[in-house]
């Protein structure tokens, strides 16, 4: 199995911040990786597929970038919305799996 | 719009099977090959976890760590999806999502809303 580690398991940061997770493989997955954001009580949405392709509807302060087994999600200025875990998936191989999850609270 | 909407049990005694049906709404169909029609479920606080997905109505693919306890199969006549975990322990208390992936990408695009079952005596 892939295994995905996410950087920080969390942070606390500030509305206007920039934020950045990281999210590394432990093999080449080229650019199969997603994020995701998960609010409390809530099923995940998908933010970025394949690494750096933000889904519609997705505001434009979230970006992804990465390729083979390092990646980025980065929030250029954390509003009050944002404030969630991110997890990152890889779609390379099977079993699919995903990091630990990064939570994102209020500073 | 496209929804997904899971239905079962929210209390499974263990060593009983948990079994959960996922509705997929008009628009969307099970037997298109346009989607894997998976489940992922995440235990209380924690992360989340990939179980398996159908392809095509026939073809299915699962996690190794349940492939001996996990089914996942449709009903085409009523455009819905299951899954079927066998023996089950409290290890197995979860919130199980069912999910729409794209094959493109494998992102999961469309979740349902997620449905708690708690594995208790």
């Known amino acids: 199995d892939i295994q995905m580690t996410q950087s920080p398991s969390s942070l606390s940061a500030s509305v206007g911040d920039r934020v950045t997770i990281t999210c590394r493989a432990s093999?080449?997955?080229?650019?199969?990786l997603n994020w995701y954001q998960q609010k409390p009580g809530k099923a995940p949405k998908v933010l970025i597929s394949?690494?750096?392709n933000l889904q519609s509807g997705v505001p434009s302060r979230f970006s992804g970038d990465g390729v083979g087994t390092d990646f980025t999600l980065t929030i250029t200025s954390l509003q009050p919305e944002d404030f969630a875990t991110y997890y990152c998936?890889?779609?390379?191989?099977?079993?699919?799996?995903f990091g630990q999850g990064t939570k994102v609270e209020i500073k | 719009q496209v929804q997904l909407q899971e239905s079962g049990p929210g209390l499974v005694e263990p060593l009983q099977t948990l079994s959960l049906t996922c509705a997929v709404s008009?628009?969307?169909?099970?037997?298109?090959?346009?989607?894997?029609w998976s489940w992922i479920r995440q235990p209380p606080g924690k992360g989340l976890e990939w179980l398996g997905y159908?392809?095509?109505?026939?073809?299915?693919y699962y996690n190794p760590s349940l492939k001996s306890r996990l089914v996942i199969s449709g009903d085409t006549s009523k455009n819905q999806f299951s899954l079927n975990l066998t023996s089950v322990t409290a290890a197995d208390t979860a919130v199980y999502y069912c999910?729409?992936?794209?094959?493109?990408?494998?992102?999961?695009?469309?979740w349902g809303q997620g449905t708690l079952v708690t594995v208790s005596s």
């Open positions: 999910a729409r992936a794209r094959p493109m990408w494998g992102d999961f695009d469309l």
């Open positions: 008009t628009g969307g169909s099970i037997n298109s090959g346009d989607y894997y």
């Open positions: 159908m392809y095509n109505s026939r073809s299915s």
């Open positions: 093999q080449f997955i080229s650019t199969f």
């Open positions: 394949a690494s750096n």
């Open positions: 998936q890889q779609s390379y191989s099977t079993p699919r799996t």
